[in-house]
């Protein structure tokens, strides 16, 4: 086993998570921006 391997593996895979985690943080914030005005306009 590669230890440079590994290692490059592990910083990709906390990239990916953390890719993911931001991308549906972004998505629900603007999802609540978007029901938020919406609501405020029906109300």
């Known amino acids: 086993m590669d230890a440079k391997l590994w290692y490059y593996f592990y910083i990709a895979k906390i990239f990916l ?3 993911v985690i931001f ?3 972004m998505l629900s914030g603007r999802l609540f921006l978007v029901t938020h005005k919406s609501y ?3 109300g």
Request: glycine share 12%.
């Open 17 to 19: 998570i953390f890719c």
């Open 23 to 25: 991308g549906c943080f």
């Open 40 to 42: 405020k306009k029906v």
